[in-house]
């Protein structure tokens, strides 16, 4: 049981280059999210999805494209990367339901992409 | 809106004696739940503790706990008997509405021999 994995963990992009994260799950969650990090701003969510086939945006979702297309996988795309886009990306998962414990999310190690 | 303040960037602490990382929030729920994640040098984010809004009681974990105020919007965590292993980030988080969490801004503490 891995829980949640992101590929790459580093990349360096030079600008107006396109490149995709991917991000997996292994606890059959419904509910996926991609976080980006940056100094003194905490996490803010970039886009998220509530079940297979399903995107919805986030707090900061400009320049930033995602697709679920399997339950499990959810990826983030660049499609022209601009040197704002430097950060650390997380991936996270959850449960959908009720009960506190759906409310956990489940963290990736995160992916520290460098756009120069 | 959602919105979680973390007013302390940075706290020291000596090994074995106490700290509160301060966290204050708001919303327009009613129902809600609070977390405190850590977020050592590893990068890796690990749920410390959490808070269901309607509950009354103060959760514990081991060494850490919360003093929740509802009325004054207030979720301060205190790490007991500190230790070297707890040197880390940490970010208060709030999730009151589709299951999206809103993080503050962070605290960075550091744990003193």
């Known amino acids: 049981n891995a829980g949640v994995t992101q590929t790459p963990k580093f990349r360096v992009l030079k600008t107006g280059q396109s490149m995709t994260l991917l991000c997996a799950q292994d606890?059959?969650?419904?509910?996926m999210y991609w976080y980006r990090q940056d100094p003194g701003m905490g996490l803010r969510l970039i886009h998220y999805?509530?079940?297979?086939?399903?995107?919805a945006k986030g707090e900061v979702p400009d320049g930033y494209n995602v697709s679920r297309l399997k339950k499990q996988n959810f990826l983030l795309g660049l499609e022209s990367a601009a040197p704002s886009q430097t950060s650390v990306y997380f991936c996270?998962?959850?449960?959908?339901?009720?009960?506190?414990?759906?409310?956990?999310?489940?963290f990736g190690p995160g992916t520290r992409l460098t756009v120069t | 809106a959602q919105t979680v303040t973390q007013s302390q960037p940075e706290m020291s602490v000596q090994e074995a004696e106490t700290v509160t990382l301060s966290c204050t929030y708001d919303?327009?729920?009613?129902?809600?739940?609070l977390f405190w994640y850590k977020q050592p040098p590893s990068r890796q984010m690990i749920l410390v503790i959490r808070?269901?809004?309607?509950?009354?009681q103060n959760a514990t974990e081991n060494r850490f706990s919360v003093n929740f105020q509802k009325a004054a919007k207030s979720f301060s965590l205190k790490i007991s008997d500190s230790q070297l292993g707890d040197t880390a980030m940490y970010f208060c988080?709030?999730?009151?509405?589709?299951?999206?969490?809103?993080f503050g801004a962070g605290t960075i503490l550091r744990v003193k021999s």
């Open positions: 996270a998962s959850s449960n959908s339901g009720a009960s506190l414990s759906s409310y956990e999310q489940y």
């Open positions: 606890m059959n969650h419904e509910y």
């Open positions: 999805s509530v079940g297979e086939g399903t995107t």
């Open positions: 919303t327009s729920e009613s129902n809600y739940y």
């Open positions: 808070q269901e809004a309607y509950k009354q």
């Open positions: 988080a709030l999730n009151s509405y589709g299951n999206k969490l809103v």
